[in-house]
């Protein structure tokens, strides 16, 4: 019962690079989402899947990109990174969108530091 | 503004201690979400709740949608309870965090 499988779990990148981080899902939610979390500030929205087939932005969703390439997987690209994009990354699910209220199941992060 | 405040930021307990963690909200809510965030990482998700109080073992979270606050309480606190708490409400299609109370329960 894996529940929100996330990878990687650290990355290391130069600036300019670009990487991929992938999520995956086995609850068959509906709805998935990426955050960021830095120091002394709550989660915020990247960008957000709320069903297969449509993704939509977020919070902060400037320098990502996102594909739902099924209703299992959900990945979050970074072009061409740079260090303020140096965080912890936390893919999430759940069954329904959260404005109606349905719990989030969370990945164990990605730490994500661009030098 | 962050429209989810929590308080107290950090809070440190003796073992068997009673801890209250307060969140404040300023937005109309479908529901709002207790989480809780391991040393290691890793959120849970402990309660989902629009109305009233729920109970899972030694936690409690209660909700008064009139004042806009929620309370989660650990009873008989645990080293094993120390963690980031974190509150969200649901609102308008949206999930809002705050920033998240780190729990230290020593032996």
């Known amino acids: 019962n894996a529940g929100v499988t996330q990878t990687p779990k650290f990355q290391v990148l130069k600036t300019g690079q670009s990487m991929t981080l992938q999520c995956a899902q086995d609850?068959?939610?509906?709805?998935m989402y990426w955050y960021r979390q830095d120091p002394g500030m709550g989660l915020r929205l990247i960008y957000y899947s709320a069903s297969e087939g449509t993704t939509d932005k977020g919070e902060v969703p400037n320098g990502y990109n996102v594909s739902r390439l099924n209703k299992r997987e959900f990945s979050l690209r970074l072009e061409s990174a740079a260090p303020s994009q140096t965080s912890v990354y936390f893919c999430?699910?759940?069954?329904?969108?959260?404005?109606?209220?349905?719990?989030?199941?969370f990945g164990n992060g990605t730490r994500l530091t661009v030098t | 503004k962050n429209e989810v405040e929590q308080s107290p930021q950090n809070l440190t307990a003796q073992e068997g201690e009673f801890i209250t963690i307060n969140c404040s909200y300023s937005v109309g809510i479908s529901a709002l979400h207790w989480l809780q965030q391991h040393p290691g990482g890793g959120i849970v998700s402990l309660f989902m709740l629009s109305s009233g109080k729920k109970k899972h073992g030694r936690l409690i979270a209660t909700i008064n949608i009139q004042e806009k606050h929620s309370s989660l309480h650990i009873t008989a606190s645990h080293p094993r309870d120390s963690a980031v708490y974190i509150c969200?409400?649901?609102?308008?299609?949206?999930?809002?965090f705050g920033a998240g109370t780190q729990v230290v329960v020593t032996p």
């Open positions: 969200a409400v649901s609102s308008w299609g949206k999930l809002q």
């Open positions: 999430a699910s759940s069954e329904r969108s959260t404005g109606i209220g349905s719990p989030l199941h």
């Open positions: 609850m068959n939610h509906n709805s």
